[in-house]
């Protein structure tokens, strides 16, 4: 089915366009634009733009997940626990909740001096940086629960954060600008990510005393007060980017119309759009990343009781790592502009799913840095390019009239039963091993493969159907 979006020119006028491609088939019909015009489009201003604010969305995201992890590991707290406190994630999961609120509801001065997308923006970066400095306050050998207070505050403003971006990326460009938006977003994100994990890791070991040996508050908390300002250039760049051109939308006559036209309406859109489609596409949402999820919370309590170092994790997993999945990032983001989303959506399944294997081989290495590189560079390679390919394949399937509650709802799936699953990660580990749990996520992707493979067939079907019309 061929993706219709209404897009908004000048004077606000809204004009429906037609893509050239349906957001889930195959091949797009129009020519292949060249090698040179596929790369200029990343020093566009909206393509910039995006850079800077996925840092602002990246940060966040270790400093209440993987680097938490670490500080709670180094704690004392055991691995059951640091799994279990993983369910803070599912904030993320539920976020297409109030996310009709973020694509309507104004903010009290904000909106009327910002903007709807730019008005939200600014307030969920103002609560995250709020937390943030709580939680450098919070010391978990003492008590717990005002450090998961924190960090759940943490997680709803970042979800909040993720739907007013969401939508403003997808209100920033056309359709086939979007792989490389989201090729730009997933590099800031990452450079963020470098920052609040290498970048954490870093500062907390040199705050250390030298003298004192084994786990310091002091250290975490100069580190986590650090990550707190640097969400200053989130909104910095907020502060000084254009909103978007106001979708025209009717105007609600009463409470009853506005609640259906904000809570009923986006997912009744997508329904009609996709028919058939829809159970289809929704599944594969939902399983995508499983892989990379289910592993993911466990890696920094494997990497403590492996016995490397906050220096050796810094360097090798939260510096060249990240690089290596710009790297698969931007690769990823041209091959979908230049062979088709859905290609590079099953090569990004395929790499994520077989990499975990590689950590399972890590596993029985012991301390050894080397191995640990070879490792990482591969996963995060693979990462990378899944990553490019599914934020596209999501973007391409949202209406720009409610992109922020269609694109949280995919966006929450895509999390909700990885996280879930993900907080059973530690318990498991306890009971059997290391390898066994990798060897297990691994398998986790396999069924990935085969739904990609049927929404590849069904949209590449349906797109012939609509031509023979």
């Avoid at 009290?108 to 609560?127: E, N, P």
């Avoid at 009239?401 to 929450?412: G, H, I, M, P, V």
Wanted: charged share 10%.
């Amino acid at each position: 089915m061929f993706h219709c979006l209404s897009v908004t020119l000048s004077k606000g006028q809204v004009t429906p366009y037609y893509s050239c491609m349906s957001p889930t088939a195959s091949e797009p019909t129009a020519a292949r634009p060249s090698w040179s015009q596929t790369l200029r489009v990343y020093l566009e201003p909206p393509t910039l733009r995006m850079l800077l604010l996925g840092f602002s969305a990246g940060l966040p995201l270790l400093l209440v997940f993987g680097t938490l992890s670490f500080w709670l590991r180094e704690a004392g707290i055991d691995r059951s626990t640091i799994g279990y406190l993983s369910w803070i994630g599912l904030a993320y999961g539920f976020k297409w909740i109030w996310a009709p609120l973020v694509d309507r509801l104004p903010i009290l001065m904000l909106t009327r001096w910002l903007g709807r997308r730019r008005s939200w923006l600014l307030l969920s970066q103002s609560v995250i940086m709020a937390a943030l400095i709580g939680l450098a306050f919070t010391d978990p050998r003492l008590a717990l629960m005002p450090m998961v207070w924190c960090a759940l505050a943490v997680a709803v403003a970042s979800a909040t954060q993720d739907i007013a971006l969401d939508a403003y990326r997808i209100e920033s460009a056309d359709v086939q600008r979007q792989a490389a938006l989201a090729a730009a977003y997933q590099t800031g994100y990452r450079i963020a990510m470098i920052w609040a994990g290498a970048g954490v890791l870093w500062i907390a070991a040199r705050a250390e005393v030298a003298s004192v040996t084994g786990y310091q508050q002091a250290a975490w908390q100069t580190a986590y007060l650090v990550m707190a300002a640097s969400m200053l250039l989130g909104m910095v760049t907020v502060l000084f980017s254009p909103e978007p051109a106001a979708i025209v939308m009717p105007r609600a006559r009463n409470a009853a119309e506005w609640l259906k036209s904000a809570l009923v309406e986006p997912f009744a859109d997508f329904l009609k759009r996709y028919g058939r489609q829809a159970g289809l596409i929704l599944a594969l949402i939902a399983v995508y990343r499983i892989s990379d999820v289910v592993m993911g919370i466990m890696a920094n309590p494997f990497y403590v009781d492996m016995g490397f170092s906050k220096d050796e994790v810094a360097a090798v997993t939260k510096v060249f790592g990240v690089i290596m999945t710009l790297v698969g990032a931007f690769v990823g983001g041209l091959l979908a502009m230049r062979f088709g989303v859905m290609r590079v959506l099953m090569l990004g399944a395929v790499l994520s799913a077989a990499s975990n294997l590689l950590f399972a081989w890590l596993a029985t290495r012991g301390h050894d840095v080397t191995a640990l590189m070879l490792v990482i560079s591969a996963d995060n390679l693979a990462s990378g390019i899944a990553s490019a390919a599914f934020i596209a394949y999501l973007s391409g399937l949202t209406n720009v009239n409610y992109s922020a509650t269609q694109y949280a709802l995919f966006s929450s799936m895509m999390l909700l039963l990885p996280k879930f699953l993900a907080g059973y990660s530690g318990a498991f580990v306890d009971a059997y091993n290391y390898p066994t749990f990798f060897i297990g996520t691994a398998l986790l992707g396999v069924p990935v493969l085969w739904l990609v493979w049927l929404a590849s067939r069904q949209a590449t079907q349906t797109a012939i159907d609509t031509s023979m019309r």
